[in-house]
């Protein structure tokens, strides 16, 4: 299948020394809307008896089965913050959900058309990929007042290939600035490679190594308009803060890497007995 980049020779020289690429006005209105009322639709849907926590800083919620079996499925993750002593939501669910993951462009019909169109593609293949194949998905929140931290951490860590290929895609779903929790990044860390693995084994999930410190003075937030797209190289060092304001900051993210000539690793923690379709084929 022939696929046409669409990124230019100074984007592309941007990428690859920052680490990052801002595109602008990715997708249109109708799309952002779509997608959004898409969601507010499955999670009106969502039965929250079952479910899980999702958090970057404690290990624990990451190894129930829930989380596991969520890389084929469409599943949904609270807040940390979201309940109150007695164990019950502080508010309504759709203020409550972390996100939702990790198959939605797999199983969701509109999440799934949006993925698979030629502007994903043709982005992708500007990267250089030959048969890209997207390994998980997730709608993000960030709740108001309650959205959570994740801290500073690399692609490649949880979607690993030999040798490494991951790049995430994340869309701003609404404007996303430093009061609601917008994303930031170490300009240029990618050179320094991947320092530590998220890898899976007999006991659940846990990182090979400790994670380095890092300077806050050395990020630099990474403000966005709702419909722009950024890609962000595996290696990249980035994270973002708690949402402590009043708005959300809603995001589309995807993980692509490469299946031609890279091993998915086993240890991983998405296992699969079947890869996804790829976005094309050479």
């Known amino acids: 299948m022939g696929i046409t980049g669409s990124l230019t ?3 592309l020289e941007f990428f690859h020394s920052q680490g990052y690429l801002v595109i602008e006005s990715f997708a249109s209105e109708d799309e952002i809307c779509g997608l959004r009322k898409r969601m507010d639709e499955l999670l009106n849907q969502f039965d929250c008896s079952v479910s899980s926590i999702f958090s970057t800083k404690n290990q624990k919620h990451t190894t129930d089965n829930y989380f596991f079996e969520s890389a084929e499925k469409i599943s949904f993750f609270f807040e940390e913050k979201a309940f109150g002593d007695d164990g019950e939501l502080k508010q309504p669910k759709e203020l409550s959900i972390n996100k939702v993951g990790h198959a939605l462009h797999e199983l969701d019909p509109l999440y799934r058309e949006f993925t698979y169109s030629s502007k994903v593609s043709s982005m992708v293949s500007s990267l250089g990929y030959r048969r890209p194949v997207i390994m998980q998905s997730m709608y993000i929140f960030k ?11 690399q692609d490649n860590s949880f979607v690993y290939t030999d040798p490494p290929s991951c790049t995430g895609l994340w869309m701003a779903l609404e404007d996303s600035t430093t009061v609601n929790g917008c994303l930031w990044a170490i300009p240029g860390s990618h050179k320094n490679g991947l320092v530590r693995r998220f890898v899976r084994g007999e006991n659940g999930v846990t990182y090979d190594r400790p994670s380095p410190s890092y300077e806050q003075k050395d990020f630099v937030p990474i403000e966005m308009k709702a419909g722009s797209m950024i890609a962000i190289h595996g290696d990249l060092i980035h994270q973002s803060f708690e949402n402590l304001s009043p708005n959300s900051r809603h995001a589309y993210s995807l993980h692509v890497v490469e299946s031609d000539g890279c091993k998915w ?3 991983n923690w998405i296992k699969r007995e079947k890869m996804p379709e790829p976005l094309y084929v050479p």
Request: aromatic residues 0%; negative net charge.
């Open 9 to 11: 020779p100074d984007q």
């Open 143 to 153: 709740q108001p007042g309650i959205g959570g931290e994740v801290v500073p951490h």
């Open 265 to 267: 690793a086993e240890d």
